[in-house]
């Protein structure tokens, strides 16, 4: 089946960096696109990122735009998003998603999501 496991959240101080990392198994990872994904307290989801499937375009919320940078590695399943600048309003949780295709579209899986918490 199809698992997304996060990893590398933390406690960060305003302008520190952090990189997450997703081991992805249970599917052909290189054939699907990826997303980041992340809900602050109290709010809905919002998409952070995207990543087409290979070695493909890359797309980021303007939020975080400058400051985030979405990889993959296919030959090792994994997805990563180093965080730089980070802000307060980065505080959230953050979630590996798998994409219903090659290029960026809706998603149909989900990690359990790591935690990255930004304050001094």
């Known amino acids: 089946q199809v698992q997304l496991v996060e990893s590398g959240g933390g406690l960060v101080q305003p302008g520190g960096s952090l990189r997450l990392s997703c081991a992805a198994s249970g599917f052909t990872f290189n054939r699907y696109a990826m997303s980041w994904v992340r809900q602050a307290p109290g709010k809905g989801l919002e998409w952070v990122s995207a990543?087409?499937?290979?070695?493909?375009?890359?797309s980021y919320a303007d939020s975080v735009k400058g400051r985030f940078t979405i990889s993959r590695d296919n030959a090792k399943n994994t997805l990563a998003l180093q965080m730089n600048s980070l802000k307060p309003e980065d505080t959230a949780v953050y979630y590996c998603?798998?994409?219903?295709?090659?290029?960026?579209?809706?998603?149909?899986?989900w990690g359990q999501g790591t935690q990255v918490t930004v304050s001094s």
């Open positions: 990543i087409n499937s290979g070695l493909g375009s890359t």
């Open positions: 998603a798998k994409a219903r295709a090659a290029t960026m579209t809706a998603c149909d899986y």
